[in-house]
Nanobody, 115 residues
Framework: QVRVVESGGGSAQSGGSLRLSCSTS????????MGWYRQAPGKQREPVAS???????LYQDFVKGRFTISRDGAKNQVYLQMNRLEPEDTAVYYC?????????WGQGTQVTVSS
C-alpha cells in the first residue's frame, strides 16, 4: 500500500518561512506528478503548487513569488519552501502523489501563521 507522509509544518510569524517535505513509501514507481493542496478552516481544499517530472512547476497566483516547490529528481520526494508567510496561509497542507495506478494523499500537516 502506498503511503504519503508530510513533515515540516508548524508555526511562524507573518513574514517568516517554513519548509514542508513529502515522500512516499510502499512503491517503486515514480509519481508523474506530486504537489500540495491546502485547506483552511471553513474553506474547501485548494491547490497550491505541483511539479511534474521534466516540466516547470505550477503555482496558484496567491503563492507565486513566495512559495517554491522542488523535487528530488524522479524520486518521490517533494518540498515546499514557503517564504513571506501571511496569516492567510494558515491551513492544513496536504501532499499528493499521482502514480500510474492511483493518486495517494498524505494525512496533512498544520501550518499556522500569526500576525
Amino acid at each position: 500500500q502506498v503511503r504519503v507522509v508530510e513533515s515540516g509544518g508548524g508555526s511562524a510569524q507573518s513574514g517568516g518561512s517554513l519548509r514542508l517535505s513529502c515522500s512516499t513509501s510502499g512503491t517503486s514507481l515514480s509519481a508523474h506528478v506530486m504537489g500540495w493542496y491546502r485547506q483552511a478552516p471553513g474553506k474547501q481544499r485548494e491547490p497550491v503548487a505541483s511539479i511534474r517530472v521534466g516540466s516547470a512547476p505550477l503555482y496558484q497566483d496567491f503563492v507565486k513569488g513566495r512559495f517554491t516547490i522542488s523535487r528530488d529528481g524522479a524520486k518521490n520526494q517533494v518540498y515546499l519552501q514557503m517564504n513571506r508567510l501571511e496569516p492567510e496561509d494558515t491551513a492544513v497542507y496536504y501532499c499528493y502523489a499521482s502514480l500510474p495506478s492511483e493518486t495517494s494523499w498524505g494525512q496533512g500537516t498544520q501550518v499556522t501563521v500569526s500576525s
